[in-house]
């Protein structure tokens, strides 16, 4: 129709990149934003800018948490992914998706210290972790690790840092580590972490856990992780996310 007025930008849902689930978000987390119209038909991915930081518009794309521009990782019509800016404050986070100048209706939603989702191999936030075993090979049924190899874990929503995380920043030396306390438990077990912080060269945001597997586990192909952060009840990375271990010690 002539004169008609394109639609623009619909934001339906935020949700942890790494558990898919929707709820409070966190400085640093990384979340796919859902909608349409919210960037170009072709999926768009991010590069380094000049300033080795990723960007805060891409593809005619731009995310705000609060007025604070987000760093963007890639951007298509139905799916963004975005990180929270560190500089997120308050309890509340009105979030807007901007798309060839055109802006969506805020989305509200709440603020919290930590809100931690761990990635899975098929991006659902279920079953079989992205985990990586002492080895370097990719942990999995046909590659299990084994009980006291250290297996390395992938997560995000752990809150601020030390050294504060830097919006959009590659992390380098030194590695951002989470300010809050944090656990990890592999089969029910108390599992020993001698890494938690930054994955070198990744996205401010992006959490590498190396873990001890514990002895004594059920083995198998449906070992369940959970990441714990902050003391007392804290947070907990919800979702079911596993590992594949096998039945024999180191």
Do not use: C, W
Not at 16 to 27: D, H, M, R, V, Y
Not at 72 to 98: K, R
Not at 113 to 128: A, E, I, K, M, Y
Request: a negative charge; glycine letters at 18%; hydrophobic letters at 40%.
């Amino acid at each position: 129709q002539e004169g008609a007025v394109p639609a623009g930008p619909a934001l339906l849902a935020v949700e942890n990149a790494g558990s898919n689930l929707t709820g409070p978000i966190a400085p640093g987390e990384i979340v796919a934003l859902y909608g349409s119209g919210l960037g170009p038909a072709q999926l768009a991915e991010a590069q380094v800018d000049g300033g080795g930081l990723f960007p805060q518009q891409l593809a005619g794309t731009s995310v705000s948490f609060n007025g604070l521009p987000a760093p963007l990782i890639y951007t298509s019509a139905a799916q963004v992914a975005a990180v929270v800016p560190y500089g997120i404050g308050g309890t509340t986070a009105q979030v807007i998706v901007t798309y060839q100048g055109q802006a969506s209706a805020a989305l509200s939603l709440g603020v919290t210290n930590s809100s931690p989702g761990l990635f899975s191999l098929d991006s659902t936030g279920r079953g079989q972790a992205a985990a990586v075993n002492q080895d370097g090979s990719i942990n999995g049924p046909t590659t299990p690790g084994k009980m006291g190899d250290i297996i390395s874990i992938y997560a995000t929503g752990e809150g601020q840092t030390t050294p504060s995380g830097v919006d959009g920043k590659p992390a380098g030396s030194p590695l951002p580590k989470p300010i809050l306390p944090l656990s990890v438990t592999i089969g029910g077990q108390p599992a020993e972490v001698q890494y938690a912080g930054g994955a070198p060269d990744e996205i401010a945001g992006l959490m590498q856990l190396n873990v001890r597997i514990p002895n004594g586990i059920l083995s198998g192909e449906s070992v369940p992780v959970i990441l714990h952060l902050g003391s007392g009840a804290g947070f907990f990375s919800q979702g079911g996310v596993t590992i594949t271990v096998s039945g024999n010690k180191q």
